[in-house]
Structures are given as C-alpha cells and as structure tokens.
C-alpha cells in the first residue's frame, strides 16, 4: 500500500480520497473532537457583539473536568472574556455551589505560557537533561507528520505499534481514545486510571458487583466513617459536600482514618491517625468486633438459625450454622480472615490503641443501618491496596449500609446513548493489530486479582510504561497523549522518563509545556475544558443523574 494509493467510501457514489488524506482528515478530526482541540483552532471565532460596539456581558452555562463529578457551572462572560465562575443553580448534583478547581480555572485559561502553535522538536536526543530545541510550525506540517507515521505503521504491518493515552476526558473520547486507535490498527489505549480510581473501585467491585463511583448519602447519615478520604478538600463532589457538611455534622458523628490532619479530619468527631497502609488492618480488626459483639444488621446480614452468637474469638463456625439473607460467605470471610483479627492484633501495626478501634467500631454499628463505610484514594493507592478497598468497603454490608438511606448508594446509568460503532471501518490491518496484546501487559500471572485481565477499567497505567521501556511484549513506534503528565503524576514518574525516550514520534495535546512535553517531537495546543471546547459529559452525585454539556463560550484568548 502506497501513500497515494486512493480508497472509495462504500455507498458514496464513488467518492475517492486518498488513504493518507484520510488519516490527515480523521486525526485532525479525532484531535478536535477527542481531546478538546477546538475548531477555532483553524477558523479562529468573532463576537457579534464587536460590529455594534456595545457590551456585551451574560452568564454562560459550563462544566467543570476539574473532577468526574464534572459539576454544573455559570460563567460571566464579558466581551468574550470569562470573568467569574459560579456553581449552576439549577444543579441537583452541586445543588450551585463550586469548589476552588472551578475558580483557578480563570487563571488557566489565562494563562501567559499557554502553548499557543504547534511545536515540532528539533533536538533528536531525549531526557530531562536535554533541551528539545521547540520550533514553531504550521498546523499543516504538524497534521502531515502525524499522518506520515501512521501510514508508514500500516504499511510495514506495524499498526499495534502505536499508542493513545489519556488523562482527563470528555465522552467525546470514545472517537479518538477508542475508535480512531481501532481503526488505526492498534490494542493500545492507555488511559490514566490505575493512577486515579481503579484501586478505589476493586472494593465495590469485588464484594457488591459495583464498579463506578459510589455516592454517600451524607444527609441523612447518622455516622460516617472515612478511610483515606477528604471530601471538603479532595476527589469527587467537594462542591456539593462543602455545602451540605455542616448539617451533616448536626446529625451525625463523623470519624476519619487518615494519617495526616486533613481539613475533614480537623472537623471530625474522631480522628484515627494510623500509619499509611495499614487502613485494612483497622477494617478487618473493627469487623471483627462487630461479629463478635454480635452487632451486625440481622436484617440484611442474616443470623445464627438458632440465634445464638457463634463469632468467638479464634474460633471457626460451621456455615450450615448461618442463614444469610443479602450478603454471601460472611461466615467464610470469618473463618478465612476475621476470627483472629483482634484490635489488638490490629494495634501492633497499624499504631492505633485498641480501645479506639473497639470503640469506633461498635458506635458504627450501633447507628445502623443509617451509616457509610466511605473509601477514598488513600488507603487504596499503593501495593496490595485493592484487598484494603475489599475490607473498607465489607463493612457496609456487615452493617445493612448498602443502598440505604443515609449510606452508600450504587449510581444507575446516565440516559444517553453512544457513537456510531466502528466494526464496518475496520480493514485487514487493523483487525490483525488490534489482536496483539496490550502494551500494559494486562492478563499476567503478575496481577491474579484481574480476571482476564478485566476488573472494570482494566488498565494497569504504569505497566505501559515498563511495556514501553523494555519493548514487551513489543515496541511503541507513535504515540499521542493528551491531558494527561504521567512523569509528574504517576509514582516512580522516571520510569515514564525511561519509556518516553524510546518512542521515536511522541505527540503531546496540551494547554501547557510539563515533564511530559519535554519528551515528546511535537506538542500541539489544547483548548481549556470549560471555556473553549464542545463536548459531553455524564456522572452521578448528590442522588441524581446529570450530562452536562460543554461549549466554546469565550474569544480564544491568543490566535492559533
């Protein structure tokens, strides 16, 4: 197959393109639609409102990526410039309320050193010792080189060498994330999850069936008990739970294991400084006491046949003993883990006395079912932080929390639907590429606890760039990343160094120059999430659904 080799769209009436002008045309397309680049970027946008010379100033409707719980915003935008950004009142996941992120967003946009043309790199060695000697170029040369690499891929029969990575996204993503790397001819979509939730998720997902982001009914809660987690500072829904955490505390006690002294912990009831990695031990010990104590939610537990209490200390129960109702194998998990799980074994190594760990543990019992067992990043974040998810999160079922009132709540679909499916655009490369093994090595004996390589995202972050370093199973030959700094980012970031530096044609999307673009050969600019983009998004908070729709609602604050 030459580069000039033309092909004819099915049922266009004999319409012909070449194959390289194809490429050209998708990833200009996929780049806009999928990553954020906005179409101002080639035909830059004007105001109306510059031919009548009046001002020209209203409340924009936006959204916020600066989590995934992509709250609904307003911003005022006088003359095509944003000036101030305000939770949507006619939110009822954000219930109009806005966190920081939202408000350092105008600094962003604004921003003087915002990559602003297209950069190609001209010093061919690679480190963060090396200047890569950026020179501008044309969108024309930037667009003509990223299509010359993939032609030159799939006419050497080496499709699968290329790769797509992300960070933040939009669900335009699935044009350029999923579809575009499919039909290029490659298994390589690598996104930035490991490194953000999948830890955090194994719990839900392997003790509940739940893989997504769980909510908490924090209104009408009676205890909550954080693992890890600083929902008035950090992760998810911090402008909805800044505003509803004051009449939380009103009603409900509030203990938090967290090594540090974080802005919740300041405003708990208890906090529990045990030493990091070790939040499994304290969730496992306070299950213990929970059974032995016979204080779990019969009603949703289930009992002894005979009503007597057969949790004793170092001792195994016969499962024909118990009755279960909505839970599977509490009895097992006893038998297998909890029977000589004491608090003071726990004490010993996670730091914590164990009158504190008897005590927390029977006040959450003792308000049930109305509790949650809330899991954040900390305690899941680090080596064999997907069993500590597992025990965190058990607790809600020892207690009846599961989808009660006052408890962690499961999330339903958001009603929309999906693009155009990519099967019919998928050619004899790319259906031979997309059969080699992913670059991520997903589905190896080194992590048992992924079925077939598929827990959910599926996606182990940092193994890509082990992949990509010792070429296993194979070599990367092009890579395009978009919103995402994994040298900075993700934990041991020289290891992204060392990979980095091996991809021969690196392409970094971004607003702003980092870690990552001092790797890459040629750094495109990206448009800012909320102010310059079209797209879509979808999540769930505060009990309710919401899609949120972003478009371009600023002048471009330089010409592409």
Request: aromatic share 10%.
């Amino acid at each position: 197959m030459k580069k000039d080799d033309s092909m004819t769209s099915a049922g266009s009436g004999g319409i012909e393109i070449s194959r390289r002008a194809f490429v050209k045309s998708s990833l200009a397309a996929g780049a806009v639609l999928g990553s954020g680049l906005s179409l101002s970027a080639f035909v830059p946008m004007k105001r109306a409102n510059a031919e009548t010379g009046k001002q020209s100033a209203q409340w924009m409707p936006a959204a916020c990526q600066g989590c995934t719980s992509w709250c609904a915003k307003q911003v005022y935008v006088i003359d095509g410039k944003a000036v101030k950004v305000r939770g949507n009142p006619h939110s009822k996941v954000n219930q109009g309320a806005s966190c920081p992120r939202a408000h350092m967003a105008l600094q962003q946009v604004y921003d003087p050193d915002r990559i602003k043309v297209p950069m190609k790199r001209t010093n061919p060695e690679k480190g963060r010792d090396q200047d890569p000697k950026f020179v501008p170029v044309s969108w024309d040369e930037a667009l003509d080189m990223m299509a010359d690499r993939v032609m030159e891929l799939r006419e050497n029969g080496e499709s699968h060498k290329y790769m797509l990575m992300r960070g933040r996204y939009t669900y335009m993503r699935d044009i350029l994330y999923d579809s575009m790397t499919k039909i290029i001819g490659s298994p390589n979509n690598i996104s930035h999850s490991a490194i953000c939730a999948e830890g955090e998720k194994f719990g839900p997902y392997y003790t509940e069936g739940f893989w997504g982001y769980r909510q908490y009914d924090v209104e009408n809660t009676r205890y909550i008990l954080l693992w890890g987690a600083d929902p008035l500072a950090a992760n998810r829904q911090v402008s909805y739970y800044s505003k509803a955490w004051g009449s939380a505390l009103d009603r409900a006690k509030v203990a938090i294991v967290e090594p540090r002294l974080s802005a919740t912990a300041a405003k708990a009831d208890e906090w529990i400084p045990a030493r990091p990695g070790y939040d499994g031990a304290l969730a496992v010990a306070m299950a213990h006491v929970i059974l032995t104590e016979g204080l779990w939610y019969r009603d949703f537990v289930g009992d002894f046949k005979d009503g007597k209490n057969r949790f004793i200390e170092g001792r195994e129960v016969d499962e024909d003993l118990f009755a279960e109702k909505h839970t599977h194998g509490v009895v097992r998990w006893w038998n297998l883990e909890l029977k000589d799980k004491t608090p003071q074994w726990a004490e010993e190594i996670s730091g914590v006395e164990a009158a504190q760990i008897r005590r927390v543990a029977v006040e959450f019992a003792q308000a049930a079912p109305h509790v949650m067992s809330w899991l954040g990043g900390g305690p899941v974040m680090q080596v064999r932080g997907g069993y500590a998810s597992m025990a965190c999160h058990a607790l809600n079922g020892l207690v009846g929390a599961c989808d009660n009132l006052g408890g962690t709540m499961v999330s339903n679909k958001e009603y929309t639907s999906g693009f155009p499916g990519y099967d019919q655009y998928l050619d004899d490369i790319a259906k031979k590429g997309t059969q080699h093994e992913k670059i991520d090595q997903r589905g190896r004996l080194e992590f048992p606890c992924l079925k077939k390589g598929k827990s959910g995202g599926g996606v182990i972050t940092n193994r890509a760039a082990d992949g990509i370093a010792d070429e296993d199973p194979y070599e990367i030959k092009m890579a395009i990343a978009y919103m995402n700094n994994f040298n900075f980012s993700a934990p041991q970031g020289q290891r992204w160094d060392k990979a980095l530096s091996k991809i021969p044609f690196l392409v970094h999307i971004t607003t702003n120059a980092s870690e990552f673009s001092w790797f890459a050969d040629l750094v495109l600019p990206d448009t800012h999430h909320m102010f310059e983009k079209w797209g879509y998004l979808k999540s769930t908070g505060n009990g309710y659904r919401h899609v949120p729709l972003l478009q371009p609602i600023i002048d471009m604050p330089f010409d592409p």
